[in-house]
């Protein structure tokens, strides 16, 4: 016994459904499901991107309010080193 669409848009507005008696009708209860996967994946790609773009801006924060972040810093000092090794080796001893 198949129910009229004004029985149920009159059930279903209750719900909150009132919109889509036809989904019901065609496609069943999981009907309202089927955008489910696409939905999801869209909002795990907008975290990711979201996500990413924080911790680069988090990082060039940190570069802006601490100098120069301790890597350059610690690069910069191996290199000065190492130009006065090549200086020292360099410079002729009497």
């Keep these: 016994?198949?129910?009229c669409y004004e029985t149920l848009y009159r059930r279903l507005s209750c719900l909150g459904v009132a919109e889509s008696?036809?989904?019901l009708c065609d496609a069943g209860f999981l009907g309202f499901y089927d955008?489910?996967?696409a939905k999801i994946v869209?909002?795990?790609?907008?975290a990711a991107l979201l996500m990413s773009i924080k911790e680069?801006?988090?990082n060039t924060?940190?570069?802006l309010l601490a100098g120069v972040p301790e890597p350059?810093?610690?690069?910069?000092?191996?290199?000065k080193d190492a130009a006065e090794v090549v200086?020292?080796?360099a410079t002729p001893t009497k």
Excluded: D, F, Y
């Design 87 to 89: 200086q020292m080796n």
């Design 1 to 3: 016994m198949a129910l």
């Design 61 to 63: 924060a940190r570069v």
């Design 21 to 23: 008696p036809e989904v």
């Design 72 to 79: 350059v810093v610690a690069a910069a000092e191996k290199i």
């Design 42 to 46: 869209q909002s795990v790609l907008a």
């Design 56 to 58: 680069e801006l988090t």
């Design 35 to 37: 955008g489910l996967r």
